[in-house]
């Protein structure tokens, strides 16, 4: 698997920011929106695109609009909170959803929401969760959307853990990764290390589900 570790002083600053234990729930969110746009903005970089002419003012002028493109699809929780930024910046895209909730003891996703187109023959996907650990979570919404058909999957995150980068790799899917880092690996309790803690908490406060 692909996987782009995105080197860049923007990228630095404002994953420090969404690190650090300081940080308060409204910065942790609009610092994640202002990550997603440029981690979304490398993952776009080899999107097809079809050229056609357009006038400007003056003269004619080479055009250009996206080929095909991509379904966005954030994991619930802590993948909502990277949607508006994908979609701000891709705008002809279309979203689906999955929900996930990993159980806290198996290390397990438990799914409890899936809203996908039926057919993704041939198309390609480009995943949102800031958080890649196990890389459970991860292996079921990508597997979601390859039995659909789906040719061509990327995954935008925060971080990613090494054992959840193998995972995934080795599942066979038609995977390419974006992050801004790859962390030391995971506790004991499956958190990546250093990480940030937990991304869903911190955009939307700690429930109990289960
Ligand atoms: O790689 P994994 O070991 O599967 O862990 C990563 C998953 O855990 C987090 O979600 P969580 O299950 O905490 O749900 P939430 O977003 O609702 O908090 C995170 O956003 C990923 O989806
Ligand atoms: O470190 C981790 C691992 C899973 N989910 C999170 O939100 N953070
Ligand atoms: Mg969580």
Redesign the pocket.
């Known amino acids: 698997m692909d996987v782009n570790v995105v080197n860049h002083p923007l990228v630095a600053t404002r994953l420090s920011v969404l690190r650090d234990k300081e940080t308060g729930d409204p910065e942790f969110r609009s610092t994640l929106d202002e990550l997603t746009s440029l981690l979304v903005y490398e993952a776009s970089r080899d999107l097809p695109v079809r050229v056609g002419e357009i006038h400007t003012p003056v003269s004619p002028a080479e055009g250009y609009q996206l080929d095909s493109p991509p379904l966005l699809v954030p ?6 909170g990277m949607a508006d930024a994908a979609r701000r910046l891709i705008p002809e895209s279309t979203m689906g959803f999955v ?4 159980d ?1 003891e198996t ?4 799914a409890y929401m899936e809203s996908l187109p039926e057919d993704l023959s041939g198309s390609r996907a480009i995943v949102l ?13 990508c597997r979601l959307l390859a039995d659909r058909g789906c040719e061509d999957i990327m995954i935008v995150c925060v971080l990613a ?1 090494p054992e ?1 980068i193998d995972r995934l790799a080795e599942s066979g899917l038609p995977l390419t990764m974006v992050t801004a880092s790859v962390d030391d690996g ?1 506790n004991e309790n ?1 958190y990546i290390v250093p990480g940030l803690g ?4 911190r ?2 406060g700690a429930i109990r ?1 289960f």
Do not use: I, K, N, W
């Not at 290390?107 to 438990?110: G, Q, S």
């Not at 958080?131 to 991860?138: D, I, R």
């Not at 937990?198 to 908490?201: K, L, W």
């Open positions: 994991v619930l929780r802590a993948g909502l929900g996930l909730a990993r806290e290390f397990e996703p438990r969760d800031p958080m890649v650990a196990t890389g459970g979570s991860l292996l079921h919404s853990a959840g995971l499956a937990d991304a869903g908490d955009l939307f589900r």
